[in-house]
Every structure is written in structure tokens, then in C-alpha cells.
């Protein structure tokens, strides 16, 4: 009897924490469903990145961690992934364009922008860096040149943590 | 040993119920946003602007917090146009409770009450979105469920009454033109590569769908015999091979006489298509659609784009530099047949024109046509898109002469070492401003744009970016004789100039001038300058923007995020934050 009952104290006392992303399905770009909240990179860093075909500074972001993408992967394992909110007057283009500028990312289809607004996001660019545990540990708004460089200070931070 | 257990019991009790709110509490999540644009109107006859209409200041806000806890997510967003900026509908001045929703959604069954932002397929037939940034919001109050009874099968079924601006949903007022109907749809899509085991992870994809959607709407008209319950239905279909994705959607629309169709009894039809190709350095896309008398609102009367039941995208190339973006192509609903073509190719690295970077080169060309309509047989007489009618028969596949629009662009995108990048555009541009803007016998906007975008990095913390861009007229220019009655409508015409130097100090400050320069119009008095200074402050994901000038209606991209403006002159301040 005292055994059940310490069980419960104790099966009460695990309090399970739960991932900060919301429960929304996605496409990606072979058409395959990703729910948002259950995205894991094996306890290392996230990062989602909101974009558009037609917003010039996401382009610029977009090739600028293109270009620093391999580094970052080799050093901290982090993932990239890039939703487009582009909506049906662009998403036909959402793919050629990626194919076309040779970005590494994977590429998700928020076709109305039902992940935008679950994740409070009012003009791209907007990234949000994710920990291990699910948890949104930064975000930033807008792109400056090299503000790549701050987002993997970020990222820095929380893969080493893990070591 | 009683003792014991009652105590223990009660520690159990107690513990656990603080570890049940406590895991409640760890297990939500409390998310949300703020933004709030104001501006102060000066007066400034130099651009025409000699009365403020009693208007000094312009406040657009809204708040929203979402609430989320496993499959339980709800929300609530508030709004306030006090009143609201220049450019934005008069409707909107208000201040409440704009949207609230409540989702549980466990994978199987997914339920929503409240407003509903949604579309079927490409949207031909039903969607509804909302677009802070235009005043946009169509949303369907009501209710939505959702179920995938197999893996890659998704049904939905959705129901309500659409948001027009502030006014009730329930207690419609006819007297003040509310006729708004109810709004009621369903929705199938199947995907063959999640519900087929052995094409999981097969070359060949295919999904298809179809929806059906309708108003009941209540006739007020004492001309005409409106339909109460108008359907509109839509089929799709994306298949996929290796490297190469079609997709098309098809929608019927049976009569559905309207204030922007001209009360014609026809029915409605469209049609969009894509073919594209795509492999890592290459992608080519090309979509055709045509639209025939496809406007779908949920009140007959409805004007622009109030109460869209549905949405018809347009497919041309969405410029966001100043200039290019002066001319805007929009969707004609009642008639148009478009094609567009969309090359991206990166020249690989390494190469002699790739260079250490690699180079990446764009190439788009889009044009927008008419449909073709012949009379139809009233009475004894023959009528042409006359109210009451049937309005016209028109060929599928036929293509008028007549020209809205056509854009042909070339954009070269060049990172030359570590410190400077270059990207520039080339624009060929057909506008028939007369059709799309309403200016009746305003000549057609026939220009070269041209754009010059060039970043330095001085360090790794600051850097410049300097914008020229120059917008020449084929036939409207300096030279170009304008009727003294005709005048007001060649506002921003003829040939302009822009520059920008912007300057940012990563990751927080930005700081840009900009002039815009009409110097080529015809008309002496419109030559003006719009000359613009701009402070932003980004931490994280507050964003803070004051900007002192004047400002033509157009697109403005400054500290890294573009926004659509109409003409003013003063103050303007913006704030937003999410967390």
C-alpha cells in the first residue's frame, strides 16, 4: 500500500517539458508531411528561418547561410530548416528557386501561413534557434549583413552546453 | 499504520495535484506578438497634399497571444485603427476583439471554432488569410474539422460567416448594405506516396484533391433575382517525376451575379497549371492559368477585395525594390489569361564566371491577356456583358489582344570577394494602367527599369549598401503635351530616379536616406522629390523603425524588411515585437 502510494508521489512529481514548437503539419518539397512539434535534429541545435520568393533580404540571409552551412553542420550538427511563406501565387516557384540558388536547407511549404502565425512571426526574415530540448532559445527579426555571425555565436552557445 | 497512509495519502494528493498544475504550467506554452505603425501627417503642397481632411495622426495595432499545450492551441488577437493610416479602409477604424479560435487537434480529428484561416488547394474555389500589412483579413467565423482517416487522406468540412471589418457577425445590418452570407465547404485530398506503402519513397508522387464550396446569401435586390445558394466546385491533381512537378487545378462556378461582374448570369471557370524542372544549381518553372468571371465574395455587393470567398493568385514575378514595385500587376477577376516563366540558374563555383562564389543569374517573364467575349442573344438583340444577361460565351482557349501586362526580367546576383556584393536587374515593362488601376484613357506604362544593388562590409560589424535604381517611359516623358483636364492622372508617371545609402551596424542599428525622384514626368508641377531618412533598431525579435520624409505609394524595403506605403509626408514610427 505505502509502495503504490509513493509510486503516485512519485509518477506526480515527473513532470514531463515539452517541446516550444507548435503542432503544425507542414509540406516539404517532395510533398511529405512534417509536424513542426515533433521535429528533433538528436539533441542538437535548430534552426527555422521564414522566408519568401518575393522578400529581397531573405534571399540575402538565405545565401548567407548557404554559404557558411557546411561549416556550421561539421562544427555543431545544427539543421536548417526554411519555410517559405510563400502562398499560391509563388509556391510553384518555391522549388526551382532553391534548386536554382543551390540552398542546402530543408525547405518547408507554409502555404497559408499557418505556422507563421502559430509562431508569432509578422514579416520575414525571421529565425528562431531551437536547443536540443525543443526549447526556442533566440530569435531574430530582419536581416543585416552579417548577422549570421550573432546567430552561431547563438548556436555556439547551446551545442556546447551539450557537451 | 492509518496514520501513515492518510499522511502519505495526502502527500500523494497534494504533490501530485502541485506536480499535475505544475507540469500544466511547463507543458504550455504562451507565445504572441505586438506591432503598432503610426504615422503623423504633415501638410506638404509640394506633392499635392494641401488638406489633412482633419487627419493628423494614423494608428494601425494589434496584439495577439497564443495559448498552446500539446493538441490544445488557442488564441486571441486585438486590434485597434484609432484611426486608421492613410491608404487603409475607412472600415477599419475601430478598436476590439478582432479573432479568437480554439484548436484540438490530435492528428485524427482536428476541431476549430472560432475564426478560421484556411484554403483548399490552390485557393480557386475557397480561402481565407489575413495580411496585417494591407488591412486584409477574411476570415471565416465559425467552425472547421479536419480528419486523415488513413494515412494521407485529409477531409475537411468548414462553415461560418466572413469578417467585414468590424461588423457583427450575428445581428446583420441590412440597412447599412451587410448582406453577408454563410459560407460552407468540404474538402478531399489524397496523397498516393503516404497511404501507398511500396511508393513511399518512389520517384513518382501523386496526390489529388477536389472541393466544394457554396453561399447562402439573402437577396436584397429590387432588380435582380439573386441566387440565393451559389456552388462552386474545384478538382486537382500534382504528380511528380524524379526531377520534374505538374500540378493543375480546375474550378467551375455556376452564375453568381455581382456588383463586380455587372450582374451577368454566367458562369464562372478557371484554370492554373505549372511544369517545372529542378535540380540542384537549375530550376526552370512555367504556369499558365485563365480566369473567366471568377469573382466569389459572400455579398453580392461586395467592392475590391471585401469578403473574397475565394483567391486568384497572380503568377508574375513580385518585385520589392522601390521602382519596380511602382507597378503592381493585380489579379482581374473577371477575365484574363496569363503566362509565366521563371528560370534560376547558379553558374557553379570555380568556374571563370562563377567565380570563388558562384553567380546566380534569374531570368522571368510573365504576360497577362485578356480572354475573348462574344455577344450572347437577349431578346431579339444581341448584348455584350450586359446586366441581367448572360453576359458573353468566350472560347477557352482563345486570347484577346488585349494586353494588361507583361514584365520581362533579368537579375544577376554576384558575390565578387569577402567584402563586396553586387546584385542588378533589368525590367522590361507593359502595364495597362487604364485596366488595372481604373485611370480611364491613361496611356500604357511602357518602361526599362533598371536596378544596381551593391553591398560593402567594411567590418565584420558594419557594412554599406547603396541602391540606384532609374525607371524610364518608352511614350510618357518630359516631353509628352498633357491636357490641363487630363493632369491628375499622370501623378507619378513619366521617368524617375532612386537612390539609397543605408548603413547598419549588426545586429541592431540600421540608418538610411533615400530619394525618389520623379524628375521625367510630364507634367512640371509632379517633378518632385521624395526624400526619406530612416532609423531601425532591431534586438532579437523587436524591431523598432522611425522614419521622417516623404513617401509615394509604393513597396519599401529598409533594415531588412519590406512593407507597402501610401503617399504621405511626415513622421512615421513603427514597433514590433513577438516572443
Redesign the interface.
Known sequence: ??LV??A??F????????S?L??VTLKDL????VNISKLSNNGKPIVITFWA?????C?K?H?ALN?VYQDWQDETGVKIYSVSID???????V????????WEFEVLLD????LK??????????TFLIDGNGKIV??????????E??LYEEILKIAKKKK | MRK??LV??A??LT??????A??LL??S?V???F?TDAQYYMLDEGIGITDLNGKKLGINGFG?V?Y?N??F?AGIRFEAFLPEMNGFRKELNGVGLANFFATY?NGFIGMTVGDI???FG??LVF?S?EE??LGMDNALRGARVVLRPAKGVTLKGVYGRQRYFWAPYLERNFATDDYRGIVRGVDAEW?L??SVTALNDSKF?M?IGGSFVSKKQVNQSMFYNIPENVGAAAARI?L?YGNF?F?TEYAYKINDPSAINNFIYKEGQALMA?L??????????L?VKRIDNMSFKSMYTGKQNDLDIN?I???NY????SLPSMYTYSTQPNGEMAAQL?????IPKGTALGGK??T?L?FNMSQVNDIVRDSVKYGNAMALNESGTLGYTSKFFAISDHRFFRDINFEI?K?INKDWHVTAQYINLYYDIETIEGHAGSPVVKANIGFLDV?Y?IN??Q?L?LELQGLWENEVHKGYEVEESEKKDFQKRGDWAFALLEY????HW?FSIADKWNYGNPVEEYRDHYFTGTI?Y?H????VMLSAGRQSEGVV?V?????TVPASSGVSLTV?T??
Request: hydrophobic share 20%; charged share 20%.
Open positions: 500500500m505505502t502510494l509513493m503516485l508521489v509518477t506526480g512529481l515527473h513532470a514531463q517539458s515539452k516550444d507548435p503542432n517532395n510533398g511529405k508531411d520568393t518575393w522578400c529581397g533580404p534571399i540571409e545565401n554559404d502562398d499560391s501565387r509563388s509556391t510553384a516557384k522549388k526551382p528557386t532553391v534548386e536554382g540558388k543551390g502555404v497559408n501561413s499557418d502565425r502559430a509562431m508569432n512571426v509578422s514579416n520575414p526574415p525571421h533566440y530569435q531574430h527579426t530582419g536581416y543585416f549583413e552579417c548577422a555571425d550573432e | 501513515h497512509i502519505l495519502l502527500l500523494a504533490t501530485s495535484f502541485k506536480a499535475g505544475q507540469s511547463e507543458s506554452q507565445s504572441g506578438s506591432q495577439k497564443n498552446a500539446g493538441n492551441s487537434d484561416y484556411d484554403q490552390s485557393g480561402r488569410y496585417w500589412s496523397d506516396n503516404q508522387k496526390s500534382n511528380g512537378a500540378s505549372s517545372s524542372y529542378s535540380q540542384k544549381g537549375f530550376g526552370a518553372v504556369q483567391f493568385p497572380p503568377i513580385t518585385h520589392t525594390h521563371q528560370v534560376n540558374y547558379t562564389y558562384g546566380k534569374t546576383d558575390k553591398t562590409k565584420k560589424k557594412s549598401r547598419s551596424i549588426t545586429p540600421s531601425t532591431i532579437e525579435a523587436t524591431r524595403c533594415g531588412g524588411v519590406c512593407r514590433s513577438s516572443f
